[in-house]
């Protein structure tokens, strides 16, 4: 299952490659089962298996979600996206588009709404599959600390007082309807001007999306020493005006000064946990003798945690004077 596991990724990988590059003629289960050597039957059957959905099915969504960012982002005409993304007609893509989001692309455009999108499948997790760290390799990089004054702002959310842990915090907010992994992550995916977008332009679901921990009193004691609340969601403009999902907060956070500890570009599979003990070590180690602060673990504080293998490791801690 393991090297399936990787496969199936590689397919995925090729998939937004090939909707990137606008180059249909590639996309075909044929050609990608061809590429592994395996044949299309058992290729269709390893991927739904893995995924949870028909390889159909994801290729039509995952287009569809490119799709969307350029109705919502630029004026090019709907014939010109539909063709773009594979599809044979204006009136095809006008038909999928409202199946799948429930209003035409006209409609949209005039009044951008979140929505769910098909966000890119990561089936390849060593951890979620037991695996742990390879061991192979040991980051030396230095760990970076600096304090920054970030600027008022908004955070959309949800969030669990229960939870301990990113793989436990998910599977308590898959048993709450609508607040699932795929769900939460396709709407905060839709919404544009998040803070921490990287580019703006590729509908992924790491794409202005963090990890946060609120202090809280109703939430668990953590090992850092005080209550919080795990939350996931997207840093917005202080003057955002757009729709909240149902599901979701959305509350107002003022300018305050924040300690970062920021590890940079590490290999997921073989340094994760590494990285992750080194971070932590970091801040539990932190002397701020010689500083005017300490941490901030007023309630309603927020502490954001940033994760993308290919650019850093980053918390992000409120301190106060």
């Known amino acids: 299952m393991y090297e399936w596991q990787r ?10 490659h090939c909707i990137e590059g606008y180059n249909d003629e590639a996309l075909t289960l044929r050609r990608l089962a061809r590429k592994m050597g395996y044949s299309e039957f058992y290729t269709t059957r390893k991927f739904k298996e893995i ?15 490119f799709a969307l960012k350029e109705v919502r982002d630029n004026q ?5 996206i539909a063709f773009d993304y594979g599809f044979s007609s204006h009136e095809a893509f006008t038909r999928a588009f409202k ?28 951890y979620f599959l037991g695996l742990g760290e390879m061991g192979m390799v040991k980051s030396s990089k230095d760990i970076k600390t600096y304090f920054v004054t970030i600027p008022a702002h908004k955070f959309l959310f949800i969030k669990n007082t229960e939870s301990n842990g990113y793989w436990d915090f998910w599977e308590k907010q898959s048993q709450i309807p609508g607040q699932d992994c795929d769900t939460i992550s396709g709407l905060l995916d839709s919404i544009k001007g998040k803070l921490d977008d990287n580019g703006g332009n590729k509908p992924d679901s790491s794409s202005g999306q963090a990890m946060a921990y609120i202090s809280d009193s109703k939430g668990l004691l953590c090992d850092w020493g005080f209550l919080r609340s ?3 969601g997207a840093r917005l403009p202080a003057d955002y005006q757009g729709e909240v999902p149902e599901q979701m907060l959305l509350m107002d956070v003022p300018e305050a000064e924040y300690l970062v500890f920021e590890h940079g570009p590490f290999d997921y599979e073989q340094e994760n946990r590494s990285v992750e003990e080194k971070v932590e070590q970091a801040m539990a180690d932190f002397d701020f003798s010689n500083t005017d602060y300490s941490y901030d673990t007023t309630p309603g504080r927020i502490i954001y945690f940033y994760h993308d293998p290919e650019r850093f490791w980053k918390y992000v801690r ?4």
């Open 7 to 16: 496969q199936i990724q590689q397919i995925v990988d090729e998939i937004d």
């Open 51 to 65: 995924s949870g959905m028909s390889f159909r099915d994801y290729l039509r969504q995952r287009k569809l979600a």
């Open 76 to 80: 090019k005409s709907f014939l010109d």
């Open 99 to 126: 199946n799948m989001y429930g209003r035409t692309p006209s409609e949209y455009r005039k009044a951008p709404k979140p929505v769910v999108l098909r966000t890119r499948l990561s089936p390849f997790d060593r």
């Open 230 to 232: 795990e939350c996931y």
């Open 318 to 321: 409120p301190v106060k004077k």
